[in-house]
């Protein structure tokens, strides 16, 4: 019982270590992926530099120019892009 | 004792780990491929006087006589003040202004022919649909963006053709360029075997666009 301890550390170390990598790299395609459907709307961003997930297809974006946008996708499957104040 | 002794040594490795993962990292900000230089070599000298001279003269393209910028120039000023300027009927090649010559015909064709332009790919839109859906160089959204402009390009042609639009073709043809443009800046970096396809399929898209008759196919 008392060696079940130290595996347990290690295990989940080696799960954080392998994690964090992927975890931020899906992050960065995300905030790719919004930083061109904002793009493609036209409107003023820059680079989004942050992105919470409000619900399932449903992001609030923060943008490197201050700009906030919510995208999500509409009951009739178009992508919005809506303006935060 | 012996326990904590194994446990770090056990750790070790782990914690390597760990410095290889955060080193592992993507930076925030990515770093460009360096753009590779395409510039056209200089046709006109250096301008640097003082430059030590080759060993054997190179010859001046005619081109250097052209005004092509204030490079030229200087070196124009340069040459005329050093008395090397060589006239234009002078460079040219003796063969070229020699009237009396008669022009000799080959005596066999020569064995290669001048190699045709490629003709274009034939169209195949459907391959084109499922490479943009396949690929990974766009985004879930982005993929779903793209869509919704392309249908509400095909919604302006039909409205176009039912005459209840009041957009000319002119119109329908710049909003098409610049769809098109949108989605080559999405793909040109990361999957340049479908960009090139579909700038090759350019002309051809257009065609089943802009003919009445082959839009009302490809709606059916």
């Known amino acids: 019982m008392i060696n079940r301890t130290p595996v347990l550390i290690q295990a989940l170390f080696v799960a954080a270590f392998i994690a964090g990598p992927s975890l931020a790299a899906g992050d960065e395609e995300l905030k790719k992926d919004m930083t061109a459907v904002i793009a493609l709307q036209g409107l003023a961003c820059g680079q989004v530099v942050a992105v919470e997930v409000n619900a399932e297809n449903d992001y609030a974006c923060t943008c490197k120019d201050g700009n906030r946008y919510r995208v999500y996708v509409s009951a009739a499957g178009r992508v919005v892009v809506e303006k935060q104040k | ?220």
């Open chain 2, 1 to 220: 004792m012996a326990a904590a002794t194994s446990m770090r040594l056990t750790l070790i490795p782990f914690l390597f780990l760990l410095f290889a993962g955060c080193a592992a990292v993507t930076p925030d900000v990515p770093v460009a491929p360096k753009p590779e230089v395409v510039a056209p070599k200089p046709i006109s000298p250096p301008p640097n006087a003082m430059a030590p001279a080759p060993s054997t003269p190179l010859p001046v393209p005619a081109a250097t006589t052209s005004h092509t910028g204030p490079s030229t120039a200087v070196t124009e000023k340069k040459s005329a003040a050093r008395g090397t300027e060589t006239p234009v009927a002078a460079t040219r090649p003796p063969a070229a202004s020699a009237s009396s010559v008669t022009v000799a015909k080959p005596a066999t064709p020569p064995a290669t022919a001048p190699p045709q332009p490629a003709a274009p790919p034939a169209l195949d839109l459907n391959a084109l649909k499922e490479q943009l859906k396949e690929t990974k160089a766009i985004g879930v959204f982005t993929k779903l963006t793209l869509k919704n402009q392309v249908d509400d390009l095909l919604q302006q042609f039909r409205d176009f053709y039912q005459g209840k639009a009041k957009v000319t073709m002119a119109q329908l043809r710049r909003s098409y360029d610049l769809l098109l443009m949108k989605v080559l800046s999405l793909l040109q970096d990361a999957d340049q075997k479908l960009a090139s396809a579909i700038v090759a399929s350019r002309e051809a898209i257009w065609g089943l666009l802009a003919d009445p008759k082959k839009f009302a196919t490809l709606e059916g």
